[in-house]
């Protein structure tokens, strides 16, 4: 026995008295289904394109990008947190360079800071580096390559590190960290003129780094008095009062 089924209204009257689309809506409603249509398409070309990173990837970079900003900003706990997750996760591959690369990330911004400390955590994995790796190590430490081995240095190095250390190379290079990374070795090997040490200034004081701004100060501060500046020597120290104070809750 079939189960009865009910009787269908008809909606032949209803659908002759709605109006019909005209032309201008028939071609908006078009352009949203092509819109659409584009829209998906990219989607899945982009599901398709590969597979997914590994997630140390992205846990390595998230960490020492967190690492890196607090040690700027002078927050030393959080930046060994984040630096020990940073640690294990690119610990997880087993592969020296790229252990290698996180020391060598940390220690550029202790350079950019003017802490000129050897780079502890990369030695032991130096053997194992690659050759742009040492290089980088020996330029934070204050020893420029030559020839060849300049082009082992990241790009926004390269020409500094050739002897450009102009006021106008120097300010080209566009990432505010590089920037610093660059005074700072041309600082330790005695070549960073007054021009560069205010553009180093003017840098972390952009970024708000506590850090690398107080101690570029306390340069500028330390030249004055020995020139004998006393009203530049004062105006630095209230401009350092004010950062340090900044720090405190």
Not at 133 to 146: H, K, Q
Not at 198 to 220: E, N
Request: with cysteine; charged share 20%; hydrophobic share 45%.
């Amino acid at each position: 026995m079939s189960l009865p089924f009910a009787k269908r209204p008809d909606t032949s009257q209803a659908l002759r008295t709605l109006p019909r689309p005209g032309a201008a809506q028939r071609e908006a409603s078009a352009r949203r289904i092509r819109a659409a249509a584009a829209l998906l398409a990219a989607c899945l070309a982009g599901c398709a394109s590969g597979p997914p990173a590994p997630d140390w990837q992205a846990n390595t970079k998230s960490a020492m990008d967190a690492a890196v900003a607090a040690y700027l900003a002078g927050n030393s706990r959080a930046e060994a947190q984040e630096l020990a997750r940073a640690r294990s996760e690119v610990g997880r591959t087993g592969r020296a360079d790229l252990a290698a690369r996180v020391e060598l990330m940390r220690c550029a911004a202790h350079v950019a800071s003017l802490e000129f400390q050897p780079c502890a955590g990369f030695e032991p994995l130096r053997a194992d580096s690659g050759p742009a790796e040492r290089v980088y190590a020996d330029y934070l430490a204050g020893r420029l390559p030559t020839g060849a081995e300049r082009e082992q240095l990241p790009p926004a190095q390269r020409a500094v590190a050739a002897g450009g250390a102009s006021l106008a190379t120097v300010q080209a290079i566009e990432d505010p960290l590089s920037r610093l990374i660059a005074i700072a070795v041309q600082f330790q090997v005695g070549q960073a003129r007054p021009e560069l040490m205010a553009l180093a200034v003017d840098t972390a004081s952009a970024q708000g780094w506590r850090r690398p701004l107080l101690a570029w100060l306390k340069v500028q501060q330390q030249r004055a008095t020995r020139a004998g500046d006393a009203t530049a020597a004062a105006q630095l120290q209230r401009r350092i009062d004010l950062v340090e104070a900044s720090t405190r809750p």
